[in-house]
Nanobody, 125 residues
Framework: EVQLAESGGGLVQAGGSLTLSCVASGFTFDDVTVAWFRQVPGKEREGVSCINRRDGRIYYKESVKGRFTISKDNAKNTVYLHMNNLKPEDTAVYYC??????????????????WGQGTQVTVSS
């Protein structure tokens, strides 16, 4: 059974840091595109960062550039999202996801097949 499990969310003050982790079971991250999306109530789920399967190219949403870093550890079958200098507008449920398809630039929600249950990140001002 294919599963993704996120962890690492929590409550942090503005300017603080968190690292989200996502462990896969039932498949490996070796040859898939991996991404982090986030969603707040009443809004669409948006792509935050992505590592493309074919060339390893990395995408970041403009508002997180310079603050967030996505990384992947194939040996641990884990994807990370390191988040620094967090802002209240980063508050959302963060989801880990994987796709069998290449993503050129901003990740497209409909291209992703496997999703975790999400982890809440709350940034207080």
């Amino acid at each position: 059974e294919v599963q993704l499990a996120e962890s690492g969310g929590g409550l942090v003050q503005a300017g603080g840091s968190l690292t989200l982790s996502c462990v896969a079971s039932g498949f490996t991250f070796d040859d898939v595109t991996v991404a982090w999306f986030r969603q707040v109530p009443g809004k669409e789920r948006e792509g935050v960062s992505c590592i493309n399967r074919r060339d390893g190219r990395i995408y970041y949403k403009e508002s997180v550039k310079g603050r967030f870093t996505i990384s992947k550890d194939n040996a641990k079958n884990t994807v990370y999202l390191h988040m620094n200098n967090l802002k209240p507008e980063d508050t959302a449920v963060y989801y880990c996801t994987a796709s069998l398809y290449d993503q050129h630039g901003r990740p497209v929600l409909e291209s992703f097949d496997y999703w975790g249950q999400g982890t809440q990140v709350t940034v207080s001002s």
